[in-house]
């Protein structure tokens, strides 16, 4: 939903969001331009693979910051500065798998371990429901970049980022009416 200037003029977005086409819960109060950095960042991790993704072969597993962790937070916050309206957060994790080995006459089999990295996307409601959705970087970066897409459309511009920059261009800026 768009955020608006006193003249009415959207110029950020906050998200809603619906569990089964009802209302759940209001998130993220101008969240457009982190999402846009955001969408960037889980790019760039996936297609170089270097330091900020942490080495990791498969760019399925590849996230920025290469430890676990929280990746992000979006909190509904009041005017007098309650949090209880939502929360859609994202944290990555490490996880361990055993591939065992294929048996080899009657010798007794032996594996590895393999790791993998997967994002848990948590989205909590007003009422405190919660639900939970496993995502490899691929799908984080395509539910991310719609997000910024759907956000696009609604301010009728974009969020175009200089790399490694703090300035944005497009929808953060726009010309106001005298």
Do not use: H, K
């Not at 989205?123 to 970087?137: F, H, M, Q």
Request: aromatic residues 8%.
């Amino acid at each position: 939903m768009p955020c608006r200037d006193r003249l009415g003029v959207p110029y950020e977005v906050t998200l809603e969001l619906y569990r089964d086409g009802v209302p759940y819960g209001t998130v993220g109060e101008r969240c457009g331009w982190f999402l846009a950095r955001l969408a960037r960042v889980i790019a760039d991790a996936r297609a170089d693979g270097g330091p900020q993704a942490g080495g990791w072969p498969d760019p399925e597993d590849r996230f920025p910051g290469g430890d676990e962790g929280e990746m992000f937070a979006l909190r509904y916050r009041s005017r007098i500065d309650v949090v209880g309206g939502g929360e859609l957060r994202c944290q990555v994790r490490t996880m361990p798998s055993w591939i065992p080995a294929r048996r080899r006459g009657g010798v007794a089999p032996l594996g590895e371990w393999r790791l993998t990295r997967r994002a848990f996307l948590e989205a909590w409601g007003a009422s405190g429901v919660g639900l939970r959705a496993e995502l490899t970087s691929g799908r984080l970066a395509a539910f991310v970049e719609g997000l910024v897409g759907d956000a696009e459309e609604i301010l009728g511009g974009s969020f175009e980022m200089e790399r490694n920059s703090n300035l944005t261009n497009g929808a953060v800026r726009v010309s106001r009416p005298r």
